[in-house]
């Protein structure tokens, strides 16, 4: 049995998932987030391979890690994990870089309904105590461009053009 640690909210996030993981020859334990409790937590348990959220590990994980350990990070990007002394150390990192694109991309879509329907201004007078309604207008037919059409700006399209009717120019940026 393979014995990972799993940083206490991302285990948390998705618990069954986890706790079911016996089922592939893991053993997932909830461990702590913060650098030097979750290098303790590995020492401990004699734990080669970790999954981490967003908190930064700089130093202490690596020199606790063994060669040929693991830092999978719950979610997308690596800028929390010290990829130099992980290359130094022989540890493997890597990510889930698809776990967001849908959230993201509906967050985008939430965003521009709440400003196309004025919903700040109709919230500040409601909590003064005036309803004053305010005219919004439809996302049907107009014309939205996405800078960055990666996976996300996609998907964002996607809605847009499927969902709203919109007319959808993206620009993929490599840089």
């Known amino acids: 049995m393979i014995k990972v ?6 285990f948390n996030k ?8 016996d089922k592939n020859g893991l053993m997932c334990l909830a461990a702590p987030s913060e650098e030097n409790e ?9 734990i080669n391979h970790v999954i981490v959220g967003v908190e930064p590990y700089r130093a202490k994980l690596y020199t606790t890690l ?7 990070r719950f979610g997308v ?17 890597t990510n889930t870089p698809d776990a967001l694109t849908n959230c993201v991309a509906e967050h985008a879509v939430a965003l521009m309904l709440t400003m196309a329907r004025n919903i700040p201004k109709m919230v500040t007078e409601f909590e003064r105590g005036n309803w004053q309604p305010q005219m919004g207008f439809e996302l049907s037919g107009k014309n939205l461009v996405i800078i960055g059409a990666g996976k996300i700006g996609s998907r964002l399209a996607q809605i ?12 993929y940026n490599s840089i």
Not at 15 to 21: G, H, Q, V
Not at 38 to 46: D, E
């Open 38 to 46: 979750l290098a303790s937590f590995v020492a401990k348990h004699q």
């Open 77 to 93: 990007g690596v800028d929390n994990i010290n990829q130099k002394l992980a290359s130094e150390k022989n540890i493997y990192c």
């Open 66 to 72: 063994k060669p040929g350990s693991l830092i999978a």
């Open 5 to 10: 640690a799993v940083t206490e909210k991302e």
């Open 160 to 171: 847009a053009n499927i969902g709203f009717q919109m007319n959808v120019t993206g620009v």
């Open 14 to 21: 998705a618990k069954r998932i986890f706790e079911n993981a």
